[in-house]
Structures are given as structure tokens and as C-alpha cells.
């Protein structure tokens, strides 16, 4: 087995703006795992933010290099090393959330391409999706641009539209959110991304305001779990939590709690596909909803996202998988047509990355 850890900067388009943060490009850690007697291999992404709970970039390299120190020219077989890559990820890296997502990640995606089959149906247990509904990101602006953001994601087929609100004056998100439905008419899904920006009173009187735009839910109104309570029995809109359940244990008391409607998961933060699959089907035993999203990753992690989405088809809601266009360079350009994600047909993950360089996005 051979092991390789390949560092890259990916610049953004334009700076990625959240209420409490924002980027202007993504430091990504690529591990590739090489089976030596097929010659095949897989690929796996680790991209830490910092901002959202995970670990360093530092931290994950740290990880990901020890890690490929240990396995690196070994002479451990495949079968041997997915067997055991379960207890390598809890027992070794389980402060780095985003290193065992890569780590893990690159064992299925090799597992994948051995049998031939896309990553999909080595997650699933029956039929496997093949196109995946997602939602377009409009970012904070004013109403103009709000509005143009939101033509061009119709002209482009997209049937649920994602808005940024809290971080600018509440009258000003209440008119962006009053002209895109407008707009969008009746039939097109509107979701709301706070970021944890409001204080409860404000969040109370804010969605009271944007109720009667037909919102199909609002994604963490508020920062703490409590106010998430009595913000989703108050049945103003319906409540997603996204930051207030960023990391696996976070999720599981949302999820017990029923502090939310919606769990939104993100396979990055949570340490990879087991944990996230196992967190979705505890989500559905409790009646609540999952949306999956993407961690403003490459295509490598988006493609996995798009996968584990795909091995679900149960799962009905748009998913926040949609954001390659955020990106100038990366390795590779997803495929959305009528606001889906089409998955590749070729095995594993369906991307083999040129290590060397990430390349220009259309």
C-alpha cells in the first residue's frame, strides 16, 4: 500500500461570506491511497475550518502525515486495511474530523474503484439515486443583487433557492427575501441561512416578518440549542440546525433533543461517512428531517457528499451540494442540470485528480 498527502490552495471567485466569517480560498489536504496489487487508487479530502469547529489546517496535516508515515509502503492488503480503518479512525483520529473523513473517504473510494462500481452502491443497501435536487446559495447583498443571483439560478433550472440573511439590517433581508418571492412565484422552495446570527427576541420578531413568504425552513436563527427549542415550538417557520450541531455529539442532541425540524449534515465536520450515515438514520428514527451539504470543499468532497446523498434516495429535501461554482480553480467541474447534480457513472467517487494542480473552473 502506498500513501501520498498533497497540499493545495483553492481560490475562491469571490469571498465566501457567512454572518461570522468569511474566506477568500480553501487550503485542501489530499490523501491518496495506492493499492499496489491493482494498481488503483482512491481519494479522500481533508478541508479544515477552523471558524466551524473543526480542527487546524496544521492539525490535519499533522494527522493525515503520521498517518501516511504509518501506511506508506506497507505491506498491510486492502481487505486488512478497510477492516481496521474503522478502529484508525476512532482510536487515532478522532480530534481530526476533516483528516478520517479523508482517510476514510479514500478506503471507500479505492474499495469503489476495485469492484467497479460508483461510491454509491458500495454505501447503499438497495437502489441508488443517480441525480441529486440541490439548492442555489445567494450570499448577502442588496436587493439588486439579491435579485440578479436569483434570476440566474432560475434561468438555470434551480427549483429551491438558499438566502444568507443576518448580516445586514433585518428590513433590508425582509426586502431581499419579499422581492425573490416575488420573483420565484409560489412553486420555488425558499430556505434561509441565519448562521447564528440573531439574539431570540430578534429571531422571534424577524420570522413572525418573513413568514408569510412561504419559507421552507430557516437554518439556525439562533446560536444556542435552547433558543432552537422554543424557536421551532413556536411553528412560526420551520427550524434547521446547522452550527448548533457541527460536530457529531452536537448533532446527536439536537437530533434527541428535537431542537430542530431539519438536521443539516456535513460529512467533513463530522469525521466521514460512517458517522454521517449513522447520524442520518438516527435523525430519521426521531422524525426529523436531513439535508446534506457540502464544507465549501473541492469536487472531491462534494462528489463524496453527492454519494452518500445518492445511497439515501429516502431523502427528499434539496441538499446544499451546489457550490463548485464558488470556486476559480478545482480539480475537476460538477455537473448540474435543472438544479440537480448529476453523479458520474464512472467508479468511486467518479474524479481522478490531477495532484499536481487543480485546474480553472469554468
Known amino acids: ?75 498491510i492488503n486492502l481487505l486488512e486495511f478497510s477492516e481496521s480503518c474503522g478502529k484508525l479512525v476512532l482510536d487515532r ?61 432560475l434561468e438555470d433550472g434551480f427549483s429551491c433557492l438558499k438566502l444568507k440573511v443576518g448580516a445586514m439590517p433585518g428590513e433590508d433581508d425582509i426586502e431581499r427575501v419579499r422581492a425573490v418571492r416575488e ?10 441561512d441565519a448562521n447564528g446570527a440573531w439574539k431570540l427576541k430578534k ?51 439536537v437530533i434527541m433533543e428535537g431542537a430542530a425540524d431539519i438536521v443539516v449534515l456535513k460529512p467533513m465536520a463530522f469525521g466521514g461517512i460512517i458517522q454521517t450515515i449513522a447520524l442520518t438514520e438516527l435523525a430519521h428514527l426521531f422524525g426529523i428531517d436531513v439535508v446534506f451539504t457540502s464544507f465549501i470543499d473541492s469536487a472531491i468532497g462534494r462528489n463524496t457528499v453527492a454519494h452518500i446523498c445518492a445511497a439515501m434516495p429516502h431523502l427528499t429535501r434539496h441538499h446544499g451540494i451546489a457550490t463548485g461554482a464558488l470556486f476559480a480553480t478545482d480539480f475537476a467541474r460538477d455537473t448540474i442540470t435543472g438544479g440537480c447534480f448529476v453523479l458520474s457513472k464512472q467508479s468511486g467517487i467518479g474524479i481522478i485528480p490531477e495532484l499536481g494542480a487543480a485546474r480553472a473552473s469554468a
Not at 478522532?94 to 471507500?108: D, K, L, N
Not at 420573483?183 to 434561509?192: Q, T, V
Open 1 to 75: 500500500m502506498n500513501v501520498s498527502v498533497h497540499q493545495h490552495t483553492l481560490p475562491l471567485r469571490a469571498p465566501f461570506r457567512t454572518a461570522g466569517w468569511s474566506i477568500l480560498e480553501r487550503e485542501v489536504l489530499i490523501v491518496r491511497i495506492e493499492d499496489t496489487v491493482s494498481g488503483l487508487s482512491g481519494y479522500g479530502e481533508a478541508a479544515p475550518l477552523k471558524a466551524f469547529g473543526t480542527e487546524s489546517f496544521d492539525e490535519a496535516a499533522e494527522a493525515l502525515r503520521q498517518f501516511a508515515r504509518e501506511y506508506d509502503g506497507s505491506d
Open 93 to 153: 483520529l478522532r480530534g481530526t474530523p476533516t483528516a478520517s473523513c479523508a482517510v476514510e473517504t479514500a478506503t471507500f473510494d479505492l474499495l469503489a474503484r476495485i469492484a467497479g462500481v460508483p461510491l454509491a452502491r458500495v454505501l447503499a443497501n438497495a437502489d441508488v439515486c443517480t441525480s441529486i435536487p440541490v439548492n442555489a446559495i445567494l450570499s448577502s447583498g442588496d436587493v439588486q443583487t439579491t435579485l440578479l443571483g436569483a434570476e440566474a439560478a
Open 183 to 192: 420573483l420565484a412565484g409560489p412553486d420555488i422552495l425558499i430556505r434561509l
Open 203 to 253: 429571531a422571534y420578531s424577524m420570522m413572525e416578518k418573513l413568514s408569510p413568504f412561504d419559507i421552507e425552513y430557516i437554518e439556525q436563527p439562533v446560536a444556542d440549542i435552547d433558543g432552537m427549542l422554543e424557536l421551532r415550538d413556536a411553528q412560526i417557520i420551520p427550524i434547521a440546525a446547522d452550527e448548533s450541531a457541527q460536530r457529531h455529539s452536537q448533532a446527536e442532541s
